[in-house]
């Protein structure tokens, strides 16, 4: 075992050999009942129903590979990133789970004969940590753990006893939790602090913690008391890349093979080395980090914003680009990178590859933005900056005004030799910290209370003249006012706030509308503009290219809800959704995935219902009513007395709802599903989009079809014209050997295309079968290379892009393509018989 791959495949078998099911990753966003972290930050919390009780597992031990962020909120590691060896921000935890089967003895010895057996870490160099005990808890030190770890061999004096802070776990203030025990490896005095102290537990790399169990076996009450559960369990979780940073002896996860083929990726690019001084290190391994962290997050529906995940995601987009610059990566590079990111993991996470085009749009758009951010930053900074130096106020306002990176400007006046003024920039930054923390603490909170009640009335109009009612300055350009009648669609019910400007009656001013405040029955709204007061008349505006995408999505959504509890059954239930302009989102409860006949039921369905025309209308009832008329709630949502129900044809779908809705359902056009996955245990999510969007994607989809038709009768005219290419190519030199059952078949052929090869690889996989197959060729001073292996062998960690990569180098040239198929072309064809040679060996020495 030594390649990510190999460990991420070893742990997964080694499990299921011990009886556990294999079961997928969860988001990397956690499924919308649980806000108890931003992020997904280990193996176990996407199977916390199956813990608590809540939902049944599907076996009693479960093995999983977890992605994993940890950036945001309590679990913060992002600062750490590129500082210390061991901390990714994103990163995948390999975990075995145990629901009321064994429990402290069974996991110790399981975690024993994986480290020593499979890992063979040396075993005088293994410690484990394990819970002292704590008087408050009235718990002593975990014997049981202590005896487990002896029996195993690991002696008493690498042991050790951690208190409550380090060894005991708890998701929450009450609930299930439990000790720990931690599995260290000794890495050596070269990695430690020298301090005679210096143990498991220390601050220093010396000691490296892979590996955690935590055993949950009691329940916390509110009053600090324990009590046992009914069953106990396992939740382990093991770091793959810092594991694997020990399996390869390197110095930290980023030298790991796989994260390493991105640093080489940006040396290459970049013409810096990976090596040297420790600064350039560090920038190169914040840059691959970022890359997967991106990547990973905008698969799973995290997009760029200014707050929660999306800010998350923006800073992760940022600081790569800035890390970028300082090594000489021009922009954009993250969407190149990211595809290096999806070439190596959508093996394993699919989502990848079917999330590829948003992910490339998402990293293009952002880091092209902050690229002009930046640009434009330095034309500032060349203006501002004096033969001598830089003001605080200056600097200042390249950051604050400008969004130019304070560090950027710090960096230029050092190259520079210019004075910077700190002092000045800390004290201005100091006070709009402060400014900021007042006004964000009104700022979305109601603060024109005396004023009347606004009249929302954006469910009949998009436009409306009326008149600003109250008004307060808020300062940098923003004002806060309380609209007579607005029809501003304030975010609520998974619909989001609608855009929109106000324009001034008399001066013909404009401000853009920039947040909305949603209040009980009433709502006021913040404006970015001048020259408005109290009283003043406007014309209040909802463009109709933004209100119409969001609504028609609306609709679309009850027509799905329901859909999908006509064809999956009434368990079913919402458990969140988004309503945007450019898609919608849906999560609900339900077991498993959804085959391709289901999802082709369920878009046919819908579009049924959209051809129908069926009217949709609202009103109001009481609850009571509303209830008897079997509409649909949230479960857990707090209703008023009187509610809103929209109603989809006579009584066909009915939910209580307070979104805008069309009129008839054929005003959505029709529907596409975009993509359906998991969203941890139990919850489905669909992404679907209509109207405009659904044409789109269903011509985009066409094309591609026809393209491949075209394809396939160019081929099959070609050959007809050609009897002869069935015999193929030139053959120059042709080797087979065998290695187990495995037909390895290296051929170099002459005056021979790509498409020459393909064929060539097939016919010789299907004759040969299970066979790895190698061919070169060349036409026109070009030369090719295709890899192609037996399924078989993706299993056993073999992948034809690694195999074709290397072959690559050798004539110059990169390729890529799936595990067991990839293609590569390059500039020098005198090359091609070294490039064979080096394919067979590393295929000859992958298969041992
Ligand atoms: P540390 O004390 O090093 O921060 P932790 O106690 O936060 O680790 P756990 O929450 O127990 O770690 O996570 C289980 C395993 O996940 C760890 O043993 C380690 O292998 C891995 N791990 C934790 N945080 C990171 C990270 N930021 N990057 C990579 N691997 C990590
Ligand atoms: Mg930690």
Avoid at 30 to 53: K, S, V
Avoid at 545 to 564: D, W
Avoid at 684 to 699: D, N, P, Q, Y
């Amino acid at each position: 075992m030594q390649t990510a791959a190999e460990l991420r495949e070893g742990f997964l078998s080694y499990f299921e050999s011990k009886q556990h099911l294999r079961h997928p990753s969860g988001s990397v966003v956690p499924p919308p009942d649980d806000a108890t972290t931003l992020f997904t930050i280990a193996g176990m919390q996407p199977l916390r129903n199956f813990f608590t009780g809540a939902a049944a597992p599907p076996a009693p031990r479960l093995v999983t590979v977890q992605k994993v962020m940890r950036a945001g909120g309590k679990h913060n590691d992002l600062d750490d990133v590129g500082r210390a060896p061991r901390y990714c921000s994103f990163f995948e935890m390999l975990g075995n789970f145990s629901f009321g089967d064994y429990f402290k003895d069974g996991a110790i010895d399981l975690a024993w004969e994986f480290v020593s057996e499979h890992l063979q870490f040396p075993e005088e160099n293994v410690w484990a940590t394990v819970f002292a005990g704590d008087p408050e808890l009235g718990l002593d030190l975990d014997e049981t753990a202590v005896a487990g770890w002896l029996r195993v061999g690991i002696p008493r004096d690498r042991i050790v006893a951690l208190p409550r802070s380090e060894n005991f776990w708890q998701a929450a203030e009450t609930g299930p939790c439990g000790p720990n025990t931690e599995i260290f490896l000794d890495r050596g005095e070269a990695y430690g602090c020298g301090r005679a102290t210096c143990a498991p537990g220390c601050e220093c790399d010396r000691y490296l913690e892979f590996w955690n169990l935590v055993f949950m076996e009691f329940e916390l009450a509110e009053d600090g008391t324990l009590s046992e559960l009914p069953k106990q369990n396992v939740d382990t979780g093991m770091g793959l890349e810092r594991t694997a940073s020990l399996l390869q002896n390197v110095d930290s996860n980023f030298d790991i093979d796989n994260v390493r083929g991105l640093i080489a990726w940006a040396e290459e690019r970049s013409g810096t080395p990976y090596g040297g001084d420790a600064e350039t290190i560090r920038v190169h391994r914040v840059i691959a980090d970022h890359a997967r962290a991106a990547t990973f997050l905008i698969a799973d529906g995290v997009l760029p914003s200014n707050e929660g995940r999306g800010y998350v995601l923006r800073r992760v987009i940022r600081r790569a680009v800035q890390y970028g610059r300082r090594i000489g990566l021009r922009s954009p590079f993250l969407p190149e990178l990211s595809d290096v990111v999806r070439e190596q993991m959508s093996k394993w996470y699919p989502e990848l590859e079917q999330s590829r085009g948003m992910i490339q749009e998402y990293l293009r758009g952002e880091e092209e933005r902050f690229a002009e951010t930046l640009e434009r930053g330095m034309k500032l900074f060349e203006e501002v900056a004096t033969s001598r130096g830089i003001s605080g106020e200056d600097a200042f306002k390249l950051h604050d005004t400008y969004g130019f990176p304070w560090e950027l400007t710090r960096e230029l006046a050092l190259e520079r030799g210019l004075t910077l003024d700190e002092e000045t920039f800390t004290r201005l930054m100091t006070e709009q910290r402060e400014r900021s923390r007042k006004t964000s603490t009104v700022d979305s909170a109601a603060r024109l209370g005396g004023a009347p009640r606004s009249d929302f009335v954006g469910y009949e109009r998009t436009e409306v003249l009326t008149a600003i009612l109250a008004y307060d300055d808020l300062g940098d350009g923003n004002f806060q006012v309380k609209l007579e009648q607005s029809p501003f669609y304030p975010d609520g019910g998974g619909q989001i706030a609608d855009g929109g400007y106000i324009d001034h009656l008399e001066s013909g001013a404009r401000a853009a509308l920039v947040r909305s405040i949603r209040l009980s029955d009433d709502q006021e709204l913040v404006f970015h503009g001048a020259g408005f007061a109290e009283g003043d008349r406007v014309r209040a505006v909802v463009p109709w290219s933004v209100r119409f995408p969001t609504t028609a999505n609306h609709t679309a959504t009850h027509l799905l809800h329901k859909v999908l509890r006509d064809v999956l059954g009434e368990h079913v239930r919402q458990a969140g959704s988004a309503v945007r302009p450019d898609k919608l989102r849906f999560d609900f409860t339900h077991p498993q995935a959804l085959d391709t006949e289901q999802r082709a039921e369920i878009e046919r369905l819908v579009n049924e219902r959209i051809f129908a025309n069926l009217p949709v209308r609202a009103f109001e009832t009481p609850i009571d009513e509303a209830r008897n008329l079997g509409a649909m709630m949230l479960f857990g949502e707090k209703y008023g007395d009187v509610v809103r129900v929209v109603e989809v044809g006579d009584g066909w779908s009915r939910e209580l709802c307070g979104g805008t809705h069309v009129r008839t359902t054929a005003e959505i056009g029709a529907f596409t599903i975009l993509s359906e996955g998991s969203v941890g245990a139990g919850a489905r999510r669909i992404e679907a989009v209509t109207s405009g969007e659904a044409f789109a994607l269903l011509h985009e989809r066409s094309r591609e079809l026809d393209e491949l038709r075209a394809e396939v009768e160019r081929l099959r005219r070609e050959g007809k014209k050609r009897p002869e290419a069935a015999a193929g190519p030139d053959v120059v030199d042709e080797r087979r050997s065998r290695a187990g059952d495995v037909e390895v078949i290296v051929v170099h052929a002459r005056d021979a295309s790509a498409d020459d090869l393909l064929a060539l690889s097939d016919r010789l996989m299907q004759e040969h079968a299970p066979a790895a197959v190698v061919l070169g060729g060349s036409e026109d001073g070009r030369a090719h290379l295709v890899v192609n292996l037996d399924r078989s062998l993706e299993s056993r960690g073999l992948d034809a892009v690694a195999v074709v990569r290397e072959a690559a180098a050798v004539i110059g040239g990169g390729g890529g393509g799936r595990p067991t198929m990839a293609r590569a072309g390059g500039k020098e064809p005198e090359k091609l018989a070294e490039a064979l040679a080096v394919a067979e060996r590393v295929l000859v020495e992958a298969l041992g």
